[in-house]
T-cell receptor, first 119, second 113 residues
Framework: GAVVSQHPSRVICKSGTSVKIECRSL??????MFWYRQFPKKSLMLMAT?????????EQGVEKDKFLINHASLTLSTLTVTSAHPEDSSFYIC???????????????FGPGTRLTVL | AQSVSQHNHHVILSEAASLELGCNYS??????LFWYVQYPGQHLQLLLK??????LVKGIKGFEAEFIKSKFSFNLRKPSVQWSDTAEYFC???????????FGAGTTVTVRA
């Protein structure tokens, strides 16, 4: 199956610093990647949709200036948490959409997630 | 917007017991449905999906799910669980005219040896 990697798997940073998280599709090209946030004992919340070569689409309530998304190539999307604060501590998960070109809806494959802790 | 509800937050079973996890969604149009599993310390993996056709879908690791359109449900089943089925299970829905997944809150399944 399709493999998605994330780096780093875990990061601890000081309040006020910025953190970049990478999401890569290893054996396929992904025109669309998604960024989710998962709170403890909670479901995944979609933050934004990242399309290669264009601006990301953010969900309501997600600050685009705080969570910068760049989808520079068909295999790489990055999420930068700018000026991180303790409330940004969470588990961030990316996914990449694999399509067969025939259907609008297809399958998302998920990365292993990145645990961010802001002190 | 669509929503997904999973009835059980935490299910505890013994090995060889049967498992059924409930999932209901609210959306007036046509949807595509998924079950994902997250084993401890691992990433989300696709168990099975329903797009169209036979409403009884078979997935990996002996899991199956049945789509009942009239009940807006997509319940997950496994006849005999193993200790290795201990994980978090998520139901997810996409309307057929969209590409965004909506997840349920998840059900933690603990299988005791």
């Amino acid at each position: 199956g399709a493999v998605v990697s994330q780096h780093p798997s875990r990061v601890i940073c000081k309040s006020g610093t910025s953190v970049k998280i990478e999401c890569r599709s290893l054996d396929f090209q992904a025109t669309t990647m998604f960024w989710y946030r998962q709170f403890p004992k909670k479901s995944l919340m979609l933050m934004a949709t990242s399309n290669e070569g264009s601006k990301a689409t953010y969900e309501q309530g997600v600050e685009k200036d705080k969570f910068l998304i760049n989808h520079a190539s068909l295999t790489l999307s990055t999420l930068t948490v700018t000026s991180a604060h303790p409330e940004d501590s969470s588990f961030y998960i990316c996914s990449a959409r694999v399509g067969d070109g025939r259907a609008l809806v297809d399958t998302q494959y998920f990365g292993p997630g990145t645990r961010l802790t802001v002190l | 917007a669509q929503s997904v509800s999973q009835h059980n937050h935490h299910v505890i079973l013994s090995e060889a017991a049967s498992l059924e996890l409930g999932c209901n969604y609210s959306y007036g149009g046509t949807v595509n449905l998924f079950w994902y599993v997250q084993y401890p310390g691992q990433h989300l993996q696709l168990l099975l999906k329903y797009f169209s056709g036979d409403p009884l879908v078979k997935g990996i690791k002996g899991f199956e799910a049945e789509f009942i359109k009239s009940k807006f449900s997509f319940n997950l089943r496994k006849p005999s669980v193993q200790w290795s089925d201990t994980a978090e299970y998520f139901c997810a829905v996409i309307p057929t005219n969209d590409y965004k997944l909506s997840f349920g809150a998840g059900t933690t399944v603990t299988v005791r040896a």
